[in-house]
């Protein structure tokens, strides 16, 4: 079954801390993808990678940071959390050529962030 | 922003039909409309997805009107477990997708 994971479920983190969030894939998959969700905005693109090392702004990637070291995984980093970074986060992954696709994206389960 | 429209909420009786129906009266010749779920608490799930072509799977049937501006999903045996709110969306630009705030379906006994 093929998946992408995402290192923690639940995080709790202070105010000014700086903060990884990790997503791996096993799809091989060439994009990544990290959302946000809040309740009543939906989700809303942070950042993504067509390829390693490759990082393209997303909706609202003010305050966050990406690193695509290796193929299969996606980090986000909080610099600085804040309050205001309290949210889902979601990981996800495609093929290139996205709408020529069968299955589009795959998700991860989530991690719901708390800044304190 | 989102470039479709859905209602915010539908009810269906366990069993019977689910018709989503969605707008999306921007897109244009070569964009593919996708379907996904977010059951609570979970990642959006792939549903389905089309071009112009009624398609249908294990899981749904997609129907595109003509002029290819709005499409219906259509559960036909809703059951509890399809609880979740429906995202219907399409391909603008390279590779990203933009979600709405999609439909809310409660399926009730």
């Known amino acids: 079954d093929v998946k992408v994971t995402q290192s923690s479920r639940y995080l709790v983190k202070r105010t000014g801390e700086k903060v990884f969030l990790e997503c791996v894939q096993d799809m091989d998959h060439e994009n990544m993808f990290w959302y946000r969700q809040d309740p009543g905005l939906g989700l809303r693109l942070i950042y993504f990678?067509?390829?390693?090392?490759?990082?393209e702004k997303g909706d609202i990637p003010e305050g966050y940071s990406v690193s695509r070291e290796k193929k299969e995984r996606f980090s986000l980093i909080l610099e600085s959390a804040s309050t205001n970074q309290t949210s889902m986060y979601l990981c996800?992954?495609?093929?290139?050529?996205?709408?020529?696709?069968?299955?589009?994206?795959?998700f991860g389960s989530g991690t719901r962030l708390t800044v304190v | 922003d989102a470039k479709t429209t859905q209602p915010p909420s539908m009810d269906c009786a366990e069993g019977r039909a689910a018709n989503l129906p969605c707008n999306h009266s921007t897109i244009s010749g070569n964009e593919y409309v996708y379907w996904y779920r977010q059951i609570h608490s979970q990642g959006p799930q792939y549903i389905i997805h089309?071009?112009?072509n009624n398609e249908t799977n294990e899981m749904a049937s997609l129907i595109i009107t003509e002029d290819r501006k709005s499409s219906t999903l259509i559960l036909p045996h809703a059951t509890l477990r399809d609880t979740a709110v429906y995202y219907c969306?399409?391909?603008?630009?390279?590779?990203?997708?933009?979600f709405g705030k999609g439909t809310m379906l409660l399926v009730s006994p």
């Open positions: 969306l399409y391909l603008s630009g390279y590779s990203t997708l933009t």
């Open positions: 996800a992954s495609s093929e290139p050529g996205q709408g020529f696709t069968n299955y589009g994206y795959t």
């Open positions: 089309g071009l112009k």
């Open positions: 990678s067509y390829d390693v090392k490759m990082k």
